[in-house]
């Protein structure tokens, strides 16, 4: 008896930078949906790939009957995200010296859907020290600290203490109480210039000048060309450095993120910012901009308007880091979690609408 031959793909799936966030989102949708055909490109310079990758993916697509052409639906991230494309779209087009398209944010605007980046949120409850575990059972189940035993045997206590660790393994800090140890500022964005990575680094330079004590761990990828600043940074902030780098093991990046007290956005560019809700995620105090995405996601006790603000931000945390430490994030990072996220997506790719 002859096999039936396998379905032809239902699902393209395009991808012009293959790498951080957007490769997380390609695998998880591989992963989960059936059907999925993947073309992508490598993460290399990010603006070109945007301009002119579906040049080449015109021709490099096969032709599928299954395949449409034209969008049913056009789904964005986020409210910010899909507001600044429609809004722009006038003064793009104006560009055009003649035979200018007409009309099309109102042929874009009806078939729009904002429909937020799924996040798989590991549970980090291995990896979390002492006092964010103790928090994190007050936050669940509304109960005081005085009524909480260690959820730690005296085993696990003494590994997660241990500050014999290979230098091979991220370095973390001993669990010493809310207010001995330094604030941990961790910076888990792409090493490029739409991060803003001069604002975040000359911050930090004002709080060394004010002579104050933090650690740091600076991880995030990095491409084709790094920005200056980050080796400059490295060799000033040096006595500060925890972490410097990529750390390929996601294991290890969520251990950092377990460690640290603040996470920092200083974004010019971002449309969702997944690693901002990981670090939330593993317990951290959000610092972002009041501007692009972040408003939608987080209250404005966790918003900046200016460099001043950020500085003045930071300074007061590095002073009294327990505040970081004993504050719950009013944030709930389950509804962007796959797990919320999934069957809206499913449906979306299956019938055209999540």
């Known amino acids: 008896m002859q096999s039936e031959s396998a379905p032809s793909p239902s699902v393209l799936l395009v991808e012009p930078f293959y790498g951080g966030s957007h490769k997380q989102l390609i695998d998880l949708l591989k992963e989960n949906v059936d059907g999925c055909s993947v073309f992508a490109l490598p993460a290399k310079k990010w603006h070109w790939r945007a301009r002119t990758a579906a040049l080449y993916f015109s021709q490099t697509i096969p032709t599928c009957p299954t395949y449409s052409l034209v969008s049913d639906v056009v789904v964005f991230n986020s409210l910010f995200n899909m507001d600044s494309f429609l809004s722009s779209i006038s003064s793009y087009m104006k560009k055009i010296p003649d035979h200018r398209p007409a009309n099309l944010e109102q042929l874009i605007r009806p078939k729009c859907v904002v429909l937020s980046y799924p996040v798989q949120f590991p549970d980090v409850s291995r990896l979390l020290p002492e006092h964010k575990l103790v928090r994190r059972q007050v936050e669940q189940w509304q109960i005081s600290p005085d009524e909480l035993q260690s959820p730690r045997s005296e085993e696990e206590q003494q590994q997660q203490e241990d500050p014999h660790q290979s230098t091979s393994e991220p370095r973390t800090e001993q669990d010493s109480g809310d207010q001995v140890k330094p604030l ?72 950092v993120l377990c460690q640290a007290d603040v996470v920092v956005s200083t974004a010019k560019h971002e ?84």
Not at 196 to 207: A, D, H, I, Y
Not at 321 to 333: G, L, N, S, W
Not at 334 to 343: A, E, G, H, V
């Open 184 to 255: 941990h500022i961790v910076w888990p964005h792409r090493w490029e210039h739409d991060k803003n990575p001069e604002l975040f680094f000359s911050t930090l330079l004002r709080l060394k000048e004010k002579r104050l004590d933090f650690h740091l761990s600076v991880l995030g990828e990095t491409f084709t060309d790094v920005p200056e600043i980050f080796s400059e940074a490295r060799r000033l902030l040096d006595s500060h450095i925890l972490n410097w780098g990529f750390l390929p093991s996601k294991e290890d990046y969520l251990r």
């Open 271 to 354: 449309f969702f910012g997944v690693a901002i809700l990981e670090a939330v995620h593993c317990g951290c105090y959000p610092l972002c901009p009041k501007a692009l995405v972040y408003p939608e996601i987080f209250p404005a006790e966790y918003l900046y308007s200016t460099p001043e603000q950020l500085c003045k931000r930071l300074q007061g945390l590095c002073r009294r880091p327990d505040v970081a430490r004993r504050h719950v994030v009013k944030v709930d990072t389950s509804s962007f979690s796959w797990t919320c996220l999934k069957d809206r997506f499913k449906s979306l790719l299956a019938d055209g609408r999540p």
